[in-house]
Nanobody, 120 residues
Framework: QLQASGGGLVHPGGSLRLSCVAS????????MGWYRQAPGKERELVAD???????RYGDSVKGRFTISRGNAKTTMYLQMDSLKPEDTAIYYC????????????????WGHGTLVTVSS
């Protein structure tokens, strides 16, 4: 189970910090990431991070957003600075989880999302 939080309304140029916590029958988490979906648009990668520290950012957020993981590796954060109206979307956290039991399906764990609205 993944729980995302931290969304809200912010003015252009402002900042927000999103959090995502993974819980449940987890043996290991290979990677975690943020995706977003704006009204009428397809879901797109915001950023993801693997256990060995590899990070990818979507082109539209490079230099403005920073992804990180907590020491426990079951938490993930997204620091969003210099926000723009086009960043308005529902932000979803996902994880590549190896479960304690049962079959493993890559990137099969997703949270319900948190809404970020950037508007003056």
């Amino acid at each position: 189970q993944l729980q995302a939080s931290g969304g809200g309304l912010v003015h252009p140029g402002g900042s927000l910090r999103l959090s995502c916590v993974a819980s449940g029958s987890i043996f290991a988490i290979k990677g975690m990431g943020w995706y977003r979906q704006a009204p009428g648009k397809e879901r797109e990668l915001v950023a993801d991070i693997t256990n060995d520290g590899n990070i990818r950012y979507g082109d539209s957020v490079k230099g403005r957003f920073t992804i990180s993981r907590g020491n426990a590796k079951t938490t993930m954060y997204l620091q969003m600075d210099s926000l723009k109206p086009e960043d308005t979307a529902i932000y979803y956290c996902g994880a590549d989880v190896i479960p304690d039991s049962g079959a493993y399906y890559p990137w099969d764990h997703w949270g319900h999302g948190t809404l970020v609205t950037v508007s003056s």
